[in-house]
């Protein structure tokens, strides 16, 4: 079931059933979302769109299906911002 977690979403719920309906029928049971963002960082730059982690996150939240929200694999990333990355997000995410 689709509860938009803040009015962004309901607006973009609201405009886009059609889309909305889709997801909730793809994420009709329990589901574990896995986000390898080392992947995310190619497509930003490569489609010129940015990710932000945070939206998507509130996004995902927004399906009642979906208990584990993100795992996010840092592939590929120096490790010396390895660490930087990870706080940045935790910080982000947290509830």
Known sequence: MFNPKNEQI???A???PNVIQQLENFFDRNTNVYI????V???QKKLNW???IVRLKEFL???S???????ILFCGVETVTLPILLLTFLLQIKD
Not at 36 to 39: L, R
Not at 65 to 71: Q, R
């Open 10 to 12: 309901k607006l973009i």
């Open 14 to 16: 609201k405009s886009n």
């Open 36 to 39: 390898d963002f080392a992947n």
């Open 41 to 43: 960082l190619g497509w």
């Open 50 to 52: 940015r990710v932000d």
């Open 61 to 63: 939240d927004s399906f």
């Open 65 to 71: 299906s979906i208990k584990i929200i993100m795992k």
